[in-house]
């Protein structure tokens, strides 16, 4: 088979696999970007977050995370649901955390879109990516296609918005590469207002120290209190730059059973929340993505929003 035939396989097998879309780039040195991701890491706009400086050079070139790399196969998957917590006064969690932990839904998938590839073509050397690994991921679906990256620094779709996870194959097989698209955010300014911390502090620059994502999840130390009163009741996660987005009301429901809430926490109260024990939290959030926080650092989010 050809390139453009093994391509556009690849794409229809994606698709069968539920991905909402799926673009190639080359795998190569990310030279634009490199002088970006210094400076952001200069200016500890990524905060305690020392991973981040880790694997500065496999960050930028997927052939040192894959020997013989020649694609990155750009991937996104919906997350949207038109399910809402329905106490008002609860704390908020973020969407994304609604049903099972989304790397292993996902990842279960990838390595079904890699089988198929050794299947179908052979012997190919390639790794699967969500979030979990030194992988400019919205740099790479922006360069296959997928989206541009918006004010507030995450992939925008003019179809489906921004409600997505984005996952990556690199595999060290030369496939038909897409090209980029254009930016459609024009003089809009939504999220840089709505930012209640002013992470978002200039277009398309964020400082995650003042990020509500990260202040809750990340940040392993207590919240700074110049963030008390600001934090607009969000206990995990944050989808306020989100909610604001004109492109996001192009964004419909997700089909993948797995991100259906397994528990019903989503009618918690807010008492709930606040009087939750270990025991409630490990049953109820055991194939949650919310684990990432533990308990202990649950708890700690809960305490400052009440104080």
């Given amino acids: 088979m050809n390139k453009e035939k093994i391509t556009a396989d690849l794409k229809a097998k994606a698709q069968n696999l539920g991905f909402l879309s799926c673009g190639i780039s080359k795998a190569d040195f990310l030279e634009e970007e490199a002088p970006s991701l210094e400076r952001w890491l200069n200016d500890n706009h990524h905060g305690k977050m020392a991973y981040m400086e880790r694997n500065f050079d496999k960050r930028l070139d997927p052939r040192k995370l894959v020997s013989g790399a020649k694609s990155v ?3 996104t998957y919906n997350y949207y649901s038109r399910k809402k917590q329905s106490d008002p006064s609860a704390p908020k969690i973020a969407m994304y955390t609604y049903g099972e932990d989304y790397h292993r839904v996902i ?3 990838l390595r079904l879109l890699l089988n198929y590839l050794h299947e179908t073509v052979g012997d ?6 969500v979030d979990s690994a030194p992988v400019m991921e919205r740099q790479w679906a922006q360069k296959s296609g997928l989206g541009w990256q918006g004010k507030n620094t995450l992939l ?8 997505f996870f984005i996952a990556e194959l690199i595999i060290d097989l030369e496939l038909q ?4 698209t254009t930016d459609h955010c024009g003089t809009c300014t939504a999220c840089i207002d709505a930012c209640p911390t002013q992470a978002i502090y200039a277009p398309y620059k964020m400082d995650a120290r003042k990020c509500i994502s990260y202040l809750t999840i990340e940040l392993r130390d ?34 993948e059973p797995a991100f259906e ?8 109260k807010e008492s709930q929340w606040q009087e939750m024990t270990q025991e409630v939290f490990n049953k109820v959030f ?12 649950l708890k700690r989010n809960l305490e400052f929003l009440k104080a």
Avoid at 261 to 268: C, H, M, Q
Avoid at 286 to 297: I, M, P, V
């Fill in 73 to 75: 196969v750009s991937l």
């Fill in 107 to 109: 990842k279960k998938k």
């Fill in 124 to 129: 190919i050397n390639g790794r699967v990516f």
């Fill in 156 to 163: 925008l779709n003019k179809k489906v918005g921004s409600y």
């Fill in 177 to 180: 590469y897409d090209g980029p």
């Fill in 222 to 255: 207590e919240i700074p209190f110049e963030f008390k009163d600001k934090m607009e009741n969000w206990a995990f996660g944050c989808d306020i730059c989100q909610q604001v987005c004109p492109w996001n009301k192009f964004a419909y429901p997700h089909n």
């Fill in 261 to 268: 809430p397994e528990s019903p926490w989503l009618d918690f």
């Fill in 286 to 297: 055991k194939n949650s993505a919310l684990k990432r926080t533990k308990f202990k650092g």
